[in-house]
């Protein structure tokens, strides 16, 4: 098809209406899923019309031309659809043979590898660190709508901050067709690899995103979504814009090595462990301060102990304030999940005014309160030091198979002077 102007190019209609959509979200706590429909609303002239809950999108133009496209359907109406997003950490999933830990590392090294060279991933948890997520449940249980795998982050580049999702899933159905306001293009690659882009935006309740897609069917029945927004979580002082251009969303969505097909390296390891963090309380530790404890981690002799992943990659927990990180000791005997917690602005434990000690707790000569643990069913011990500046540093030993980590292990991490605010 022909991009240049053509006398005999239907001239478009008037726009066709405007779509609203109401957003209505039910949140499942029992499996940890959140599901959002969208269905189509009345004509804002109707009685039913709301203003409230709504998300609008551009007027479509329709009979249009769509540049690599041969046929152009009608826009679509009153179509509802689903979101589901699982709450799991567990990659090895029988229904999608193709996919397991270490599929998931490759695949977020080539991603991470393929960005511009002037982004940055924004200092942010693992689950939004642009880090492959395990993919849904078994199929026969969320009604088809699993089977793939998502990666987010924020990223910066230079003074503007936005937002990348990237989704990459095994085909189950044919290639769509082009249809009016769902596309600006259709390129077709040498390869066979069909890739449609989409420069547009939306408004939820007012608010305007701006947004660009590119969506890649690629010959091994791979299908890779890149969607980069202006919407960030938290980018600074940045000036909020869509952080990566059609062509350099193309590039990631058509990198050989996001296939579902593409071979996992010898030796690449599974993901890093999720570490959560429940506590509101604290303050907001920056990335500087956070790359300081890393080296300090990082130095700490831990004799006899084996880690699948070495100490010294905090980042922001999941669920509140404070920096983490979780790996798995592989030391026989001794295999166990190694969590370390810091986190600031902390009261000191009352109660224990003097230089006392006892089986759990006890108070240093500087100040400091040690607090330790040890559980039974299922084993685990805590070391836990909040010093008098307050910065608290929690340090466990769970899941264990066999034996914990001695309590002298947990308190060599713990106790590290190093482990402190720098001024």
Known sequence: MENGDDKDTPQPSPAVNRWTVGLTCAAIVATGYLIAWLVHEPEPSEPTARAENSYVTPPVTFPVRIPGCDVVEPPRKGQSFGMVYSDTDRYDNPSYPWFSGPKAVAMTQALQDALPGDIEIAFDSLRDSLVFQ???GDPTQNKGLGGWTRANATLLRGDRAGALAVTVYKATKPIPPCVAGELDERRHLPDGTIVDTDDTWSERNGVRTLSRDATAY????????????????????????????????VALVTDPELR???????????????CLRFSKSGAVIDQAQARRWDEVLAQIPLDGVTLDRPLGVLLPGELGRGVCQAVRVTTPGLQSRLTVVISTDQPLPQGHATSSYDDATRRLPDGAVVESSDRRGPPSRTVTVTRRSGVKIQVSSTDASDEPLPFAVLEEIALNPGLEVSR
């Open 134 to 136: 395990p993919i849904l």
């Open 260 to 274: 579902i097909s593409a071979p996992v390296p010898p030796g690449t390891p599974n993901p890093p462990e999720l």
């Open 218 to 249: 690629l010959p091994d029945g791979s299908v890779a979504y890149a969607n980069a927004t202006d919407q960030t979580a938290d980018g600074g002082d940045r000036t909020r814009a869509v952080p990566l251009a059609i062509d350099e969303l």
